[in-house]
T-cell receptor
C-alpha cells in the first residue's frame, strides 16, 4: 500500500497570508490527524478527523482549521499567517485496528516570512 | 494529564555499542506506547509499539523496548549501533480510549561515532 502523502512538501508565505495543506491517508484509513512540529514546542497535536467529522482538537487558535472529504483526504488551513506558524506540519493516518497506531507522511515545511 | 519525558536531548554512542534511549510516561489509565524515528527532512517512521500483551516489544531495524508499568518506563534499546541509526527518536503515548491523540516526548537525537 502507498503511504501517507502530503502536498506540497515546501511552502514559503508572508505574514497575513493564508495557506492550505493537503494530506492523503493510506488506502482504507478513515482517520487523519495533523501535528505541528517546531524546535521550540516539539510535536503538538492540532486536530483529528474521522469520516469527515472533527473528533478531537488541540490547543491552537481558530486560525487553524481543517476538513476531511468523503474519500478521507484532508486539508488543513491556516489563515492570517504569523511568523510563529513556521513549522513542519505532519499528517498521520490511523490504522483500522483498535490500537492508536498512526502512520505519518513526510510533512509540509511551511516558512512564514 | 498525560505526559512523556525523554531523558537526554542528545545521546552519543560508538558504532557497535549499545543504544539506550530513555522514556518515562505519566498516564492515569493504561496507555498505548510508541517509538518513532525521524531522519532529517522526513516524517516520523514507526519503530515499535506496545498496546497489550507481551511487555518486551520488538521493532524494526533491531530495536526493542520494554514496558515496565511499575517504573512507568518504555526505554528503547538496540544491542549494536549502526551509523544509519543516527536520527531523532520520539517516544509517544496515547490513552488507548479512542481519543487517538498522541502525546510526544521532546525527542532524543542519537549520534553514532565511527
Amino acid at each position: 500500500k502507498a503511504g501517507v502523502t502530503q502536498t506540497p512538501r515546501y511552502l514559503i508565505k508572508t505574514r497575513g497570508q493564508q495557506v492550505t495543506l493537503s494530506c492523503s491517508p493510506i488506502s482504507g484509513h478513515r482517520s487523519v490527524s495533523w501535528y505541528q512540529q517546531t524546535p521550540g514546542q516539539g510535536l503538538q497535536f492540532l486536530f483529528e478527523y474521522f469520516s469527515e467529522t472533527q473528533r478531537n482538537k488541540g490547543n491552537f487558535p481558530g486560525r487553524f482549521s481543517g476538513r476531511q472529504f468523503s474519500n478521507s483526504r484532508s486539508e488543513m488551513n491556516v489563515s492570517t499567517l504569523e511568523l510563529g506558524d513556521s513549522a513542519l506540519y505532519l499528517c498521520a493516518s490511523r490504522s483500522t485496528d483498535s490500537t492508536d497506531t498512526q502512520y505519518f507522511g513526510p510533512g509540509t515545511r511551511l516558512t512564514v516570512l | 494529564a498525560q505526559s512523556v519525558t525523554q531523558l537526554g536531548s542528545h545521546v552519543s554512542v560508538s558504532e557497535g555499542a549499545l543504544v539506550l534511549l530513555r522514556c518515562n510516561y505519566s498516564s492515569s489509565v493504561p496507555p498505548y506506547l510508541f517509538w518513532y524515528v525521524q531522519y532529517p527532512n522526513q516524517g516520523l517512521q514507526l519503530l515499535l509499539k506496545y498496546t497489550t500483551g507481551a511487555t518486551l516489544v520488538k521493532g524494526i531495524n533491531g530495536f526493542e523496548a520494554e514496558f515496565k508499568k511499575s517504573e512507568t518506563s518504555f526505554h528503547l534499546t538496540k544491542p549494536s549501533a549502526h551509523m544509519s541509526d543516527a536520527a531523532e527518536y520520539f517516544c509517544a503515548v496515547s490513552k488507548g480510549d479512542s481519543s487517538y491523540k498522541l502525546i510526544f516526548g521532546s525527542g532524543t537525537r542519537l549520534l553514532v561515532r565511527p
